[in-house]
């Protein structure tokens, strides 16, 4: 999924009341909208999406982040059903975590195992520690979300 | 309203047929969302595809980026129905000529 | 428990390295196979999915579903065979002898797919390379296919991502990844293709013609000369043949011929068809070696003649054949229902180990193994290379050789 299909938080904030209550614990109207694409709240966690004005919203914004989910140790949410394993994700995230870049193209291999595998057809977390985000000093890499061809992984980080 | 429907291959209806009792949701169109305004329908809506081979009917998607006068539908024995061959050419899965109409819901 | 590797049949992309786990003669688990193949194999688990011998609906061993069968075939004057794509090439061997033991007509699926560029491929005229050869290109272009819903692992394990110049970090792009399509799929999505140029429907001979014209210096449409110079930086590519070019053009690829001829004055170029089942290249190289056409062949009269009349579905239009012996494939769900509608009345002797609309409207259904899963054999990938299949389970049902084999002894005269 590329950056621009990704819903930003601006557009996310379009859809809150905008009235920065700080019922849900956050200051503003768009720290919630960041909170809500980070998985860290839920639509219902503002109380005034609940009302009767902001049903079309509560619904859109619940077809985003509602339902049942589990955001990993790194921030990477797996749908499964949009998954068609093709194994794009492996081989990029092969070619990228294998390696770390020092300066200008100087590349050292890791010696580190596959962080995803494909399983009867769906993507798979094995090795949570090889992947980049658990580095020290953390390096954010995106790769295996900008090159799935269907959106089912997402960095929410 | 005339449209010409172009077909494509879907991984996710392709596994569905290899699951007991999975009945494929084949039955859809993506069409521009001009044409969904032509037609006086929207999204999720039925529409009726007919020529003279015979008519099916199929549910609306939108696609932002399909051309005007162009629909996609998925591979299946469904869009069968309206596809022919004519002598000595291939069939024409990529280029079927129909009649579109909204159905009264 | 057994766990091993094994190929996976659910497309041509013949993927070697599947890993299944089986325990008590069921699968477990699959590593490494995408969508396509776990839904194909796990499906063969149930058993309501598979078929049985079945003579006008009535389940039979194997002695009378195959006197059925050999009983139809022999009456018939004008009998066609059809399919042998989803067939080891074993199979397509001995079916081939079975259609010129019958003076059979025989075709499968190419004649109305990618049997033209298989064609021009054999008999040298296209020049074509395997996946290997991959790793020298610096330009792949798929045109008019649609590999992540196709053959989903065609990307990640032959071409782009397994490019050895591929790089994830760098500023450098040592191989660009084109797209030519009507329907911004999910390959030409911006995340995947690096450059996608949409044309219309039905629209691939102009722009070819306009990149002609474009290689000869005349002013030419904007995308076709953004296409262009793409193809001018480059010196090795790699075009992958789609379904939506063969049925833009109707088959005729005269003009993507010239395009090419044009190409050669600065680079090369290698086409590899896309094709669907996962052994129609095979059976292609099986024919054509066997009678020099890789399909529409007639074999009426102990001689092998070859025309356009020969296809499936001009012959079943015409009505003219009489009784059909269709190997491993599905017309009833891939064909016009205006063309179908002649079979009424037609017997129909179907090979297939999974229940489709075919063996559904058959009068005697053989049912056999799964190849890849549950016997063994040889297929060609659609890159032309032969991959060993090595059966991983177990089962009592015999295989599409084995009972191609017996056909064939029961209706030797």
Known sequence: MAKKDKLQPLQVFQYLPGTNCKKCGFLTCFAFAFALIGREKRPEDCPDLLTEQYISALDFLNGHFGGDFSVEKTGLLIDEEKCCGCGDCVAVCDKCQGTVMFGS??????????VLKIVDGRVRVVEWESCKRCMDPPEYCRVCEERCPFGALELVR | MKLTIVTYRDIFLWSERYKENGQPAAALVRLSPKDLADLGIAAGEKLKLTNEEGSIVVDVLAEP????????????????????????????????????????? | MSAGEMVCTACSCLCDDIEIEIENGRIVSMEKACRKGTAFFFGSENERLRTVHLVDGKQVDTDQALAAAAGLLSRARRPLVFGMDNASLEAQRQGIELARMLGAVLDDSSSFCQGKLTHDILTGTLPSCTFDQIHDSDLIIYWGSNPHNAQPRHLSRFSLYAHRKYHE????????MAVVDVRESETAGAGVAHRFFRILPGEDSNFIAAIIEGIKGNPVRKDASGFLKLLKQSRHCVIFAGLGLTYSLDNDFSLFYEMLKHLGGWMKTFVIPMSGHYNVRGFNYSLYNATGCVNKVNFAGGAVSHGDEFSLLEQVKNRAADCLLIVGADPFSSLPISV???????PLVTLDPFRTATTEASSVVLGVSLTGLESGGTAMRMDGTTVTLMPAKWT??????????????????
């Open chain 1, 105 to 114: 193209g100087i590349v050292i291999p890791r010696n580190v195992p596959p």
């Open chain 2, 65 to 105: 980026k399909c051309p005007s006068g162009y629909g996609y539908m998925p591979v299946s024995p469904l869009v069968n129905r309206l596809t022919t061959c004519r002598h000595g050419k291939l069939p024409n899965f990529k280029h079927i000529e129909v009649k579109a109409e909204a159905l009264e819901s």
């Open chain 3, 169 to 176: 970090m760098g500023a450098t792009r040592y191989v660009t």
């Open chain 3, 340 to 346: 179908l509608k002649h079979l009424d009345g037609v």
């Open chain 3, 396 to 413: 009592d049902k015999q295989s599409d050789v084995q009972i191609l084999e017996r056909l064939k002894e029961l209706l030797r005269p």
